[in-house]
Nanobody, 123 residues
Framework: QVQLVESGGGLVQAGGSLRLSCAAS????????MAWFRQAPGKEREFVAT????????YYGDSVKGRFTISGDNAKNTVYLQMNSLKPGDTAVYYC????????????????WGQGTQVTVSS
């Protein structure tokens, strides 16, 4: 299994930027898929973005396309989520997730999760 630790959340004004980090330890390889999900109070967990450790293929949820960028640093075993042009609707707990296999937007397909980091965007 893979252990994940997120960091970088906080409070930001609308239009601002934040960068989240997800440090992975344990059994990682180029065949792993990493992803970010988020969950706002009273809402279901929502897919944000995904990337293969190999660097091939990134996918984004419709609500963040053009504003968020997912990337990875294999040497540091870390995945990042750069969030620009933030909106109050982006307020949520952001979770990093990992799975062995192909990319998917289905949270149930991921078997390793971090503890989450809070992102709050004020208007």
């Amino acid at each position: 299994q893979v252990q994940l630790v997120e960091s970088g959340g906080g409070l930001v004004q609308a239009g601002g930027s934040l960068r989240l980090s997800c440090a992975a330890s344990g059994r990682t390889s180029s065949r792993y898929t990493m992803a970010w999900f988020r969950q706002a109070p009273g809402k279901e967990r929502e897919f944000v973005a995904t990337i293969r450790w190999s660097g091939r293929g990134t996918y984004y949820g419709d609500s963040v396309k053009g504003r968020f960028t997912i990337s990875g640093d294999n040497a540091k075993n870390t995945v990042y989520l750069q969030m620009n042009s933030l909106k109050p609707g982006d307020t949520a707990v952001y979770y990093c997730a990992a799975r062995f296999g192909l990319a998917t937007m289905d949270a149930q397909e991921f078997d390793s999760w971090g503890q989450g980091t809070q992102v709050t965007v004020s208007s």
